[in-house]
């Protein structure tokens, strides 16, 4: 019996290949089955579980509730909507932070059991141990530095980093350990677009910008906020592609009016 594989489906040679080309990598975070449906069919390349669902779906403020469990719950949908994007997994706080067999236990569960294709985590030399396991293990990494909100408790918030030459030089010594590391990419947020910029040459895997300026070879957001449905979050990095909480409100305001006047549902909308 032959399982069918398909072959338009993204890779981590696919990426590499399209750094190497010259073409621009286009990513969106995703967090349930209907939604990664449409980004996928829209043409994504990657789609981002992230741990931004703390916030998004779960209403926290930070992102350092979310569990592994509820990760892998999100994730599941995802994946069961992707037919061509490639799926990572962010790994949630205290997952990989404690020690390297944790976070390669943590990782493999991750990928085995929501059926993502590759795990992103936070940091840079105080987790390289931990990385080289899991690309050892046949685990795909994405790595992310730059204003990494896991930390936002130790930054004291979400202000641009890597802004002076020390913390620049560390981010890009760290950028060349989760290169070397096996990382098949990078994430960069809230830096300088320059910095972001030496850092994509420096780098053979490719690089993903958010807030990080246009010299990265592709950029990811975050899907409810491009979309306009996070009403009060604009800062400088965010364009709005849609106007989605006007037409959520004005749809559902609608369907209210329509209820109470007792024109919903109609003689044709009925059996
Ligand atoms: O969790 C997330 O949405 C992210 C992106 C902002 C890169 O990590």
Redesign the pocket.
Same mark, same amino acid.
């Given at each position: 019996m032959s399982v069918h594989v398909q072959n338009s489906r993204m890779t981590t040679a696919k990426l590499r290949q399209m750094k190497q080309n010259g073409e621009k990598i286009a990513?969106l975070?995703s967090y349930d089955f209907t939604l990664a449906s449409l980004v996928d069919e829209a043409g994504i390349d990657m789609l981002?579980?992230?741990? @931004?669902? @703390?916030n998004?779906v779960c209403g926290n403020m930070y992102?350092l509730p979310i569990t592994v469990d509820e990760m892998i719950f999100l994730t599941k949908g995802v994946v069961r909507a992707a037919q061509h994007a490639l799926v990572v997994c962010?790994m949630p706080f205290g997952s990989y932070q404690v020690n390297t067999d944790e976070a390669v236990r943590n990782a493999i569960k991750i990928l085995k059991e929501s059926g993502c294709d590759a795990v992103?985590l936070?940091g840079g030399e105080e987790i390289i141990d931990a990385i080289r396991r899991m690309v050892q293990s046949g685990v795909p990494v994405m790595g992310?530095l730059g204003l990494t909100?896991q930390s936002v408790n130790q930054f004291g918030g979400y202000g641009l980093r890597a802004k002076e030459e020390k913390e620049a030089e560390k981010l890009i010594h760290d950028a060349k350990l989760l290169d070397e590391a096996g990382c098949f990419s990078i994430?960069l947020?809230k830096i300088p677009a320059a910095l972001a910029e030496k850092v994509t040459k420096a780098v053979s895997c490719p690089v $993903?910008g $958010?807030g990080a300026g246009n010299g990265t070879d592709g950029q990811?957001?975050?899907l409810h906020d491009m979309l306009g449905m996070n009403q009060g979050f604009k800062p400088k990095f965010l364009r709005h592609f849609a106007k989605l909480a006007d037409e959520v409100k004005g749809a559902v305001g609608e369907y209210v009016s329509a209820v109470k006047d007792g024109s919903f549902p109609s003689a044709e909308e009925s059996y």
């Open positions: 990513m975070t981002l579980v992230g741990d @931004s669902a @703390s998004v992102t962010d992103k936070e992310h909100p994430v947020e $993903i $958010i990811v957001l975050v």
